[in-house]
């Protein structure tokens, strides 16, 4: 008995605070780039490999957490159920990153894109009333010396992952002038529909790029564990203020 009337309590109570949480009734498709087979891009630290993935998949795996603290519904269409948060500087390439559902990651491309499309436009098709929305996070590859901002892309036929990503470049602006007020920050938004993930998805998405993997200033933004932190907090607050 104590145990029927505890589970009660638990369920009330369970219920009350989500009915209180401020993404209760909203759905996230977080997808961090490549991962499986191909690690994306790799920078270099000293003697140590970059894998692009394995940074795009800490961002996105605390992106996770964060909204799902506040209510939302979250499936990670990349997850790795080996790895959660990690606050080491390097972190180790692997390649046993599996897609929603738990499939095998295909080397090949363009069938690794359709995967997560598929994938995503499944779920989407099943939530249909919901506040849904798809965000893909990579770390970009360019010459070394060329020092890049974060910045978004979304399709130019969807006003609303524009406006998603102009919240959370918003976020980026206002929190980059507090931390960094010695540098401009040069983020932005543009419309890229040639990226595949961009212009098959069926919900709002916004393409996140974290900054050039092999530029020793943009390393520091996903190399200390407390910047990848910031950089999936900002992108909540935006989330929140588009939501809201
Ligand atoms: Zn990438």
Do not use: C
């Not at 009734?25 to 630290?45: E, K, M, N």
């Not at 690794?112 to 939530?127: C, E, G, I, M, P």
């Not at 993997?213 to 588009?242: E, H, V």
């Amino acid at each position: 008995m104590y145990l029927f009337f505890s589970i009660l309590l638990t369920s009330l109570l369970a219920g009350s605070q989500s009915a209180r949480l401020p993404l209760t009734g909203t759905v996230f498709y977080l997808a961090s780039g490549h991962g499986g087979p191909d690690p994306g891009a790799i920078g270099r630290l000293g003697k140590h490999r970059l894998p692009e993935d394995e940074y795009a998949y800490d961002v996105t795996i605390r992106l996770a957490q964060r909204l799902e603290e506040k209510g939302a519904t979250v499936y990670m269409i990349v997850d790795d159920p080996n790895d959660g948060i990690r606050d080491d500087v390097v972190l180790k390439i692997d390649r046993d990153e599996m897609a929603y559902p738990r499939q095998a990651i295909p080397l090949n491309q363009v069938a690794r894109l359709k995967q997560t499309t598929d994938a995503v436009n499944k779920l989407y098709a099943r939530h249909k009333a919901a506040y849904q929305r798809f965000i893909t996070i990579h770390v970009d590859s360019r010459s070394k010396g060329e020092k890049i901002d974060v910045f978004f892309y979304h399709h130019s036929a969807s006003p609303k992952g524009k406006r998603l990503a102009k919240h959370i470049h918003q976020r980026f602006a206002t929190n980059y002038r507090r931390h960094q007020a010695d540098r401009p920050y040069s983020g932005n938004v543009t419309t890229r529909n040639s990226l595949y993930v961009v212009r098959q998805s069926d919900p709002p998405t916004v393409f996140i790029e974290l900054g050039n993997i092999q530029n020793p200033l943009d390393q520091r933004r996903f190399l200390l564990a407390s910047n990848r932190q910031a950089l999936a907090n900002w992108m909540m607050q935006g989330i929140l203020d588009d939501y809201r």
